[in-house]
């Protein structure tokens, strides 16, 4: 099955600080999605982004599909961006998720 | 109220018992899916299921059983609970793009 490689595996931040997020597959994928899990464990859709790119507010999202990787921005971090963030994706409907990045951002 | 909800949000059980965890979807998704979560190894595919009457084992299938007799229902099963199941499952559903996450349930099996 498809394998999902996400760096880094740890962040830590100060308020105000940009990041940046990558996601490795090693196959095509047509079904890639962010999503941020929250302290309470809630998975939230951040980007469902296969191709291209998206932004949605401070956080924006671009995917290489010929080159299966994806990145994840996040500009002016908050506190309350705070948790994991998983990227997840296959070659068919079934997601295979990454282990995750954990990230803190400190006030 | 539309979406995906997991029933109950939180159960602990004996080893040994059996014990049930629900999935509703109200999107008539054709896709649902069983994660479970451990610390270390993130989401890791259960059991998933194409339509009605159609499921197929994922990467850690042992010790769970899955039906689907209706589109807007996954059920799993532990048939004899074990301490190594304790662990958070998450439900998701998918039509034919993103997939959505229930709120998840915890299972602390003593």
């Known amino acids: 099955g498809i394998q999902v490689e996400q760096s880094p595996p740890d962040l830590i931040l100060q308020e105000g600080a940009n990041s940046t997020l990558r996601c490795n597959f090693s196959?095509?994928?047509?079904?890639l999605q962010w999503f941020h899990q929250n302290p309470w464990g809630q998975l939230i859709n951040l980007f469902y982004?296969?191709?291209g790119t998206k932004q949605n507010g401070r956080l924006s999202a671009t995917t290489v599909a010929t080159e299966r990787y994806s990145l994840l921005y996040i500009s002016s971090s908050q506190t309350t961006d705070s948790g994991v963030y998983f990227c997840a994706g296959g070659g068919s409907y079934i997601p295979t998720f990454g282990r995750g990045t954990s990230l803190i951002v400190h006030p | 109220d539309a979406g995906i909800t997991q029933s109950p949000r939180y159960k602990i059980t004996e080893t040994g018992r059996q014990v049930t965890l629900m999935c509703h979807q109200t999107w008539s998704h054709s896709y649902m899916f069983w994660y479970r979560q451990d610390l270390g190894h993130g989401l890791r595919l259960i059991y998933y299921?194409?339509?009605?009457?159609?499921?197929d084992k994922g990467e850690v299938p042992d010790g769970y059983v899955v039906s689907r007799s209706k589109t807007e229902n996954f059920p799993l099963t532990l048939e004899s609970a074990t301490r190594s199941q304790t662990s958070v499952y998450f439900c998701a559903s998918t039509g034919d793009t993103e997939a959505f996450f229930g709120q998840g349930t915890r299972l602390t099996v003593v």
């Open positions: 982004i296969p191709s």
């Open positions: 196959d095509s994928v047509n079904n």
């Open positions: 299921s194409a339509a009605a009457d159609i499921t």
